[in-house]
């Protein structure tokens, strides 16, 4: 979308007209403080202070004084339109929105951001609510919206489980579970999905798929997390060259077929099932050699037949027939009974 389909007045005019009403020193700080210049780059309140050689609360006196006295003056007034269209922005983005999207929705400049950022400050009718541990930076108009979501976000994250991966339609789904007092207007997937970039403590995995940030399933750092994404992925037992190759193919990243094998054999996460064969042990495969998967499958189970154990083996381990005969002839662990059946020796 073009910049002139989103906003009609010209946020550098506005500012300027605006800065006009105050003093010399007064206009250099906020031009400063809000990187309204040719640099860009917004001063601390320490680098101001500096300058003119006073303290950084002198400085912030400076600041807030300005503010409110551009908005006292006729000139605020005269801006009205330029404020009354960027609160139109917020509503349609949901009536809260993150800063860094409201920016970017606006404009890809960075100049012409920080004129925005500015106005949303200087606008009485805009709240911003400073980032936390929860929250990203965000602006709303509505205090009693912005609370609502505050507290679906909060409950939508302590009803997740650590491990949990959903699907963005999953997610969203559940996310509106938590949103029934909110008007229906708002209930679009793209302010849901807007409204979901706020929190710091949900987020995306590199596949699109929604759970805890702090989760590896989500916050992917290495070959480990990359393949236990494709396992789980492809849904059944895979081979670790496959997994390397498709590390590759979906996240970009360079896997050595000998180091995905490795890291895999580390993980508690994954299970060898068979001749290079890797499954994921959430799906219920045990860990261990066939003599182990036979053990535990007897420990559960009680006295077997052969067929049954076989049936049973063959469901953990993709193995031959015959290596599960091999092993039961280990008369250290297991034995015959009078019926014909096998149990632990």
């Given at each position: 979308m073009s910049e002139k389909t989103i906003i009609t007045f010209k946020p550098k005019q506005v500012s300027k007209r605006l800065i006009g009403v105050l003093s010399p020193r007064a206009q250099d700080v906020i031009i400063g403080r809000y990187g309204l210049g040719a640099d860009t780059k917004r001063m601390t309140l320490e680098a101001i202070g500096k300058k003119y050689k006073i303290t950084r609360e002198r400085v912030r006196q400076i600041e807030n004084y300005s503010?409110?006295?551009?908005?006292?003056?006729?000139?605020?007034?005269?801006?009205?339109?330029?404020?009354?269209?960027?609160?139109?922005?917020?509503?349609?983005?949901?009536?809260?929105?993150?800063?860094?999207?409201?920016?970017?929705?606006?404009?890809?400049?960075?100049?012409?951001?920080?004129?925005?950022?500015?106005?949303?400050?200087?606008?009485?009718?805009?709240?911003?609510?400073?980032?936390d541990a929860e929250f990203k930076h965000r602006w709303h108009v509505d205090k009693d919206l912005s609370k609502k979501i505050h507290e679906s976000l909060r409950k939508l994250y302590e009803n997740m489980s650590d491990e949990q991966i959903l699907p963005e339609s999953q997610?969203?789904?559940?996310?509106?579970?938590?949103?029934?007092?909110?008007?229906?207007?708002?209930?679009?997937?793209?302010?849901?999905?807007?409204?979901?970039?706020?929190?710091?403590?949900?987020?995306?995995?590199?596949?699109?798929?929604?759970?805890?940030?702090?989760?590896?399933?989500?916050?992917?750092?290495?070959?480990?997390?990359?393949?236990?994404?494709?396992?789980?992925?492809?849904?059944?037992?895979?081979?670790?060259?496959?997994?390397?190759?498709?590390?590759?193919?979906?996240?970009?990243?360079?896997?050595?077929?000998?180091?995905?094998?490795?890291?895999l054999i580390k993980d508690p996460r994954f299970v060898l099932v068979g001749r290079g064969l890797y499954a994921l042990s959430e799906w219920g495969y045990m860990s261990g050699v066939v003599k182990d998967v036979i053990k535990g499958v007897l420990e559960k189970n009680g006295p077997l037949t052969k067929e049954k154990i076989i049936e049973k083996v063959m469901k953990e381990r993709y193995v031959k027939e015959n290596t599960i005969m091999v092993n039961l002839q280990n008369t250290k662990l297991f034995k015959k009974t009078k019926d014909g059946k096998y149990t632990l020796a």
């Open positions: 503010i409110a006295n551009i908005r006292k003056s006729k000139e605020y007034e005269i801006e009205k339109v330029a404020f009354d269209e960027l609160k139109t922005i917020v509503k349609v983005l949901g009536g809260m929105v993150s800063e860094e999207e409201l920016l970017k929705y606006i404009s890809k400049d960075k100049s012409i951001q920080n004129h925005i950022h500015f106005l949303l400050v200087v606008g009485e009718e805009f709240t911003k609510e400073k980032e997610m969203i789904e559940n996310f509106l579970e938590h949103l029934k007092e909110v008007a229906s207007e708002y209930k679009n997937e793209e302010i849901l999905r807007r409204w979901l970039a706020i929190s710091k403590t949900i987020s995306k995995n590199p596949l699109g798929e929604w759970g805890k940030a702090d989760s590896p399933n989500i916050n992917t750092k290495g070959m480990r997390d990359y393949a236990f994404l494709v396992i789980r992925r492809h849904g059944s037992p895979i081979h670790f060259r496959e997994v390397a190759k498709l590390i590759g193919e979906l996240f970009g990243k360079k896997a050595h077929v000998a180091t995905t094998h490795n890291e």
